[in-house]
């Protein structure tokens, strides 16, 4: 057991890469660096997108897609055995979840469906922001879509290696 | 009373709760609910044989959508069977179920939801609330067959049930829609208020009567009842005998006074009621098992029924809602009785029980009493019907007179089977030891007697019964001085039920040569049905066949022929060419259309699948590009994110496919003709996109409209502000379009998977197995 403050900080999980890849001829020193470097840079960007979609190019489906290419990105440089903790489909359920309840949230008021508000908050330090409560939605479409491109993976890249390697084929 | 049917569906929800501490418990609470149902339908007879009693929920009021109920002299009728006699059933269930019966938790459930589905079809009064309801009953009726599914038996009779009432239902959904258009209402009470009349009406009530006939087992669709004998006796009493396959009955008794004037309505009932009458009868007078004796009777009846409620008279009303009630009290009795007979020798074989009455003598008098009032015998309810039914069809025209001679055959036909339960049951037979009988408890015969009693009690309460037939009657022609009564004096209607009844009674004494003969016969209903769905299978196989050749290609060829031919037909007949087509509007453009066009030509030249792929890809980048250029960033940046996960997938896929298209290079006779048919599609998307853009006839005045709107949305962004604001509703519908086609790749590429990672566990393989499962789960 580790003490308390002293490796509070130590990964409990490969969050980025680890030190195992696949086999060892196939493995490109490279992109491993550079994904390192990319992948979060590549998530926050993906979440700058998000919100930044009711000003400009951006919102759910296209932040979902960049952040879903990030993840891409690691698979090809890890492989399958870089997995993701949280199940695809659990993400993309939960993802429509979000999208549902937020279109019938405004119900519980008496409001129609889908309708939306101004939200107005004055954050210390941050000052003033200002957002709709259509965000939600986005929120719940940028879920959905990571969900659908880690199923993309998992189906299409982990699946397929694992009939190759059944069939006996080099991968 | 939406309360009354939600407490039943809701009650039944929470019953698996008790049956968990003890099944017998179950049925106990089970059979409270329907009981307290009967008190409030006799607490409330008064108004509703006055007039009715109404009661209206909107639902949806914006779609005019409500729930209408209405409690009247029919209603309250079906009630007494539904309610009255399911609180019965429930409680014999107490004594019949074992309590570690496994069918009983199901059973219990299961039985209470259908008397609140039962109810709901019986109260309804708009057309498409009762076929909810009607379909709940089918459904009910389904599961309680088919009980665990584990006898192909139990399978194929819950399935042939479920097909023909399901048929009946769909066919019947569509008259009624039929009708309530053509009468401008849906409400029941009002389209009986203000009949409507016309082509649409015609079309309409063959297809409802179809819905009315497979519920109620009428010729030639009648065969499933009998093979639903296979479900536990409880069930086939109340389902199958008392409450359920009235419902057709019912429904014809519900519309009858509005369309009895009407040949395309009363010849059918006639035609199929009598003969489904004498066809029921003469089936049960060849069958060995009780239940399926019982079965055919049942038929048999529920012709009667028809025939009375499909006439359209005054006095044949009246003596349908007395055999109505009749009918439902003793059928329940036999069912309940040879279930008990069952439960005490472990047999319904005609042919092994003999000796059982003088083992059993009260449960032979209860039988015996009900019997008698199924053959017509006074003092009982059962006579006084079939008195009031011949006295509805003595009189007036031929076609009357062989009606009357149908019901007096089917009469005759009903005494020689009643006679012959009695004998099956409970007869000493000679040659034959006595069955060794064990007790049965007071759960078992009490509500047997319940049932039994109501016969000779309704029979000497005759003007109760008559004030309930003459409320329903009253709207319909015919002598308005009747009454039912046990003695009306001597007359034809009493020679009619002396004849039955000796001639009855003779035809079973002649039993073995009659047996002999019933068996035999040319035309077998069952074999048509088995004949039917095994045709419809074919033609599926045939058609799949036919459609599903497995060729991409000719998939492809499929979808662009359709695609050139119908949108190109109406493009150019009904398109205009633009007036005039700049060939560029910044010179950035060109350079971009010359990669796109030299990427797609070499496409078509690629011989790997690698090669063709990275192409496609150069042109969807290159259509990004055009839509910056263009203005549209947005566009773009989706365009070049969904070009890069494709290609991504592609490559994935790439991997488990020969690097060539072809082996071979094709011949020349295949591959002209593929090239020619995506010339002329591709070359269609080209017209189609010049025709299309200059069909704009009005200013794009609306995306003015939005960009001003777009700030109210809270976002600057119009594309934003149309997908989660404007159109959030089209957004949500296509993240759910995403979510069930990433189901549907995510079972197709692991639905052949069966190792996993848990280590150095053995494979399995198979789609159905836990371990698939839990792939295509992640």
């Given amino acids: ?171 | 009373m939406l309360a009354l049917v939600a407490a039943h569906l809701v009650v039944a929800g929470l019953l698996p709760l008790v049956s968990a501490r003890s099944t017998r418990a179950a049925f106990g609470v089970a059979a409270v609910l329907p009981a307290a149902t009967l008190l409030w339908a006799l607490a409330n007879a008064g108004p509703a044989l006055a007039g009715g009693l109404d009661e209206t929920t909107a639902w949806s009021p914006a779609l005019g959508l409500e729930l209408s109920f209405r409690l009247d002299a029919l209603g309250l009728a079906m009630i007494v069977l539904v309610s009255g006699i399911g609180a019965v059933i429930l409680a014999y269930c107490i004594g019949y179920f074992g309590s570690a019966s496994p069918a009983a938790t199901r059973s219990a459930a299961l039985l209470l939801a259908f008397a609140g589905a039962m109810l709901g079809l019986v109260l309804a009064d708009d057309l498409l609330t009762l076929y909810v309801f009607w379909e709940l009953t089918s459904i009910a009726s389904f599961l309680l067959v088919g009980q665990g599914g584990e006898k192909r038996e139990e399978r194929r009779a819950a399935v042939q049930a479920l097909l023909v009432t399901v048929f009946g239902g769909l066919t019947m959904l569509l008259g009624f829609v039929l009708l309530g258009e053509a009468a401008g209402t849906y409400r029941i009470s009002e389209i009986l208020a203000d009949p409507p009349r016309g082509g649409l009406v015609t079309a309409a009530l063959p297809l409802i009567l179809l819905g009315a006939f497979t519920k109620s087992a009428q010729l030639p669709f009648h065969p499933w009842l009998p093979a639903a004998m296979v479900a536990p006796t409880p069930v086939s009493a109340y389902l199958h005998a008392a409450s359920m396959v009235k419902a057709g009955v019912y429904l014809v008794a519900r519309l009858s006074p509005a369309f009895a004037d009407l040949a395309v309505w009363t010849v059918p009932v006639l035609v199929a009621g009598v003969g489904t009458m004498l066809v029921g009868g003469w089936r049960a007078l060849s069958a060995t098992d009780l239940k399926r004796l019982l079965a055919f009777g049942t038929v048999s009846q529920l012709g009667f029924l028809m025939v009375l409620f499909g006439a359209g008279g005054r006095v044949a009303a009246m003596a349908g809602i007395a055999m109505l009630l009749a009918h439902g009290m003793f059928k329940a009795t036999l069912f309940l009785t040879v279930g008990a007979v069952d439960h005490a020798t472990g047999t319904r074989d005609v042919r092994e029980l003999s000796g059982v009455g003088r083992a059993m003598p009260g449960l032979a008098v209860a039988g015996a009493l009900a019997a008698a009032s199924m053959a017509g015998l006074p003092p009982l309810i059962g006579f006084v019907g079939k008195e009031a039914a011949f006295e509805a069809f003595l009189h007036g025209t031929v076609e009357n007179w062989a009606v009357a001679g149908g019901l007096l055959l089917g009469s005759v036909l009903t005494v020689a089977y009643s006679a012959r339960f009695l004998w099956g049951a409970f007869a000493r037979k000679p040659g034959r030891d006595a069955t060794p009988v064990h007790g049965l408890g007071p759960a078992l015969t009490v509500p047997i007697w319940l049932c039994a009693a109501a016969g000779p009690v309704l029979g000497i309460a005759t003007p109760i019964v008559d004030a309930e037939a003459a409320s329903y009657a009253a709207a319909l022609p015919g002598d308005p001085g009747y009454h039912l009564a046990l003695w009306h004096g001597f007359g034809l209607p009493l020679l009619f039920s002396a004849i039955a009844v000796a001639c009855g009674l003779a035809l079973h004494v002649a039993r073995a040569r009659l047996t002999a003969l019933a068996d035999r016969s040319p035309l077998d209903a069952q074999r048509a049905y088995e004949k039917a769905i095994a045709g419809i299978g074919r033609v599926a196989v045939g058609i799949t066949g036919r459609l599903q050749v497995g060729s991409s290609p000719a998939y492809l060829a499929t979808i662009l022929v359709t695609f050139v031919l119908l949108p190109g037909v109406a493009t150019v007949l009904a398109g205009a060419w633009p007036t005039s087509v700049p060939l560029y509007h910044d010179v950035i453009q060109v350079p971009l259309a010359i990669v796109v066009v030299i990427a797609a030509l070499a496409v078509t030249r690629a011989r790997r699948r690698f090669t063709a792929v990275l192409l496609v890809g150069v042109i969807g980048y290159g259509v990004g590009g055009l839509f910056i250029v263009d203005g549209a960033p947005d566009l773009a940046l989706a365009q070049f994110l969904v070009e890069t996960l494709s290609l991504v997938a592609f490559v994935f896929v790439l991997r488990r496919l020969p690097a060539h298209f072809t082996e071979t290079r094709p011949s020349r006779r295949i591959r002209v003709p593929k090239a020619l048919l995506g010339a002329v599609a591709g070359f269609a998307v080209a017209v189609f996109a010049l025709v299309l853009s200059a069909a704009r006839t009005e200013p794009a005045t609306t995306s003015a409209e939005l960009a001003r709107l777009a700030p109210e949305a809270g976002a600057t962004n119009v594309i934003s502000a149309i997908l989660v604001d404007f159109r959030a509703l089209d957004t949500v519908g296509e993240i759910g379009v995403l979510f069930v086609a990433a189901a549907g790749v995510a079972s197709l590429v692991l639905a052949t998977r069966h190792d996993r990672r848990r280590r150095g566990a053995p494979v399995e393989s198979g789609q159905s197995t836990p371990r698939h499962e839990e792939d295509v789960l992640g």
Avoid: N
């Avoid at chain 1, 492989?79 to 939960?94: E, H």
């Fill in chain 1, 1 to 171: 057991m580790t003490k308390p403050f002293e490796e509070w900080d130590r990964p409990r999980q490969a969050w980025m890469l680890s030190g195992d890849c696949r086999g060892v001829r196939q493995r490109t020193l490279l992109l491993e660096m550079t994904t390192r470097a990319l992948f979060p840079t590549v998530l926050v960007f993906s979440v700058y997108l998000l919100l930044v979609g009711h000003y400009g190019p951006g919102g759910g489906f296209a932040a979902g897609l960049v952040a879903g290419l990030a993840f891409v990105l690691r698979y090809i440089a890890g492989g399958s055995d870089v997995a993701v903790r949280v199940r695809p489909p659990v993400l993309i359920g939960l993802g429509l979840t979000v999208a549902l309840l937020t279109a019938l949230a405004p119900t519980l008021v008496g409001a129609p469906v889908l309708a939306t508000t101004k939200l107005a908050l004055d954050l210390p330090l941050v000052g003033h922001v200002e957002t709709q409560t259509s965000v939600f939605l986005d929120v719940g479409v940028y879920l959905l879509i990571v969900g659908v491109v880690l199923d993309l993976l998992r189906s299409l890249g982990a699946g397929i290696e694992r009939d190759m390697r059944d069939a006996g084929e080099p991968r």
